[in-house]
């Protein structure tokens, strides 16, 4: 069964910067889209950015230019480089499959917390 663990996030001031990673194991990681996710208190889980195994990416609209996604298959990790946060940023974020998630299991997730 997948097994999914996100870390790295944190509390920061808007404008600032934090990277989350996800760590994957029990299933076929380097051929999958892998894709980050974010929930915000008393809102659906919404799609943030997935990445190809090709290493081809996608974005939210409301994260373009400001949020990187990134994989590296030998350590079986997916990566969420954020900057320029904002306080609308603030939320539980997730990992899965992309663009939509496949995997059951879902991890506890990380909290981001923008303060403005």
């Known amino acids: 069964q997948v097994q999914l663990v996100e870390s790295g996030g944190g509390l920061v001031q808007a404008g600032g910067s934090l990277r989350v990673s996800c760590a994957v194991s029990?299933?076929?990681?380097?051929?999958?889209?892998m894709a980050w996710y974010r929930q915000a208190a008393g809102k659906q889980r919404e799609l943030v950015a997935f990445?190809?195994?090709?290493?081809?990416?996608h974005y939210a609209d409301s994260v373009k230019g400001r949020f990187t996604i990134a994989r590296d298959n030998a350590k079986r990790t997916a990566y969420l480089q954020m900057n320029s946060l904002k306080p609308e940023d603030t939320a539980v974020y997730y990992c899965?499959?992309?663009?939509?998630?496949?995997?059951?299991?879902w991890g506890q997730g990380t909290q981001v917390t923008v303060s403005s």
């Open positions: 899965n499959t992309g663009p939509r998630p496949a995997w059951e299991s």
């Open positions: 029990g299933s076929v990681f380097s051929t999958e889209t």
């Open positions: 990445i190809t195994s090709s290493g081809s990416t």
